[in-house]
């Protein structure tokens, strides 16, 4: 079985350029799979849930964590983003990597990978319990009640490694 990350890597077909965001273009047939193929992506214990009939090749990760759903973005094609890529790409879009205000205030984004290999990104939705939202490639939106969900590469998403304000 081909991991998530692998999935998202070898969907994508051709990259555009529209305004200041990434858009790839791409076509994904989002395989069937039962709850016992996520939680072999999550580390031992995280509960999750996943919004039912989300599944949709239109959008993904990086595109729903910038509130688009009509398109695929990815500007790096085939590949994993760095940490310095993917950070231009959110700065661009007005996220700070160090919050604008006090300590307390949560991020709102989080990135999973390495600083080599970023391949994929959550909203926060609260702070208490930790919880995040994000869009798994062609399948469904997933809620994870943690920051720091995945398992390692190349089964999972890997550790969060940047947080965005």
């Not at 239109?58 to 688009?68: E, H, S």
Request: hydrophobic content about 30%; overall charge positive; proline content about 7%.
């Amino acid at each position: 079985m081909l991991s998530v990350k692998r999935c998202l890597k070898y969907s994508a077909v051709t990259v555009a350029f529209a305004a200041s965001a990434f858009i790839t273009t791409q076509v994904i047939a989002a395989p069937s799979h039962d709850y016992s193929w996520f939680e072999g992506q999550l580390k031992s214990g995280i509960q999750y849930s996943i919004e039912d009939g989300s599944a949709t090749s239109t959008y993904n990760c990086l595109a729903y964590a910038l509130g688009v759903t009509s398109t695929w973005i990815w500007p790096w094609g085939s590949s994993d983003a760095t940490l310095s890529e993917m950070t231009k790409v959110l700065t661009d879009q007005g996220y700070n990597t160090r919050s604008p205000g006090p300590s307390y205030i949560p991020p709102r984004l989080v990135v999973y990978g390495s600083s080599n290999g970023i391949g994929h990104i959550a909203k926060i939705t609260n702070s208490n319990p930790q919880t995040t939202k994000s869009k798994w490639g062609p399948w469904e939106l997933v809620d994870t009640k943690s920051y720091d969900p995945y398992r390692p590469t190349p089964n999972g998403y890997g550790p969060a490694v940047q947080y965005y304000w």
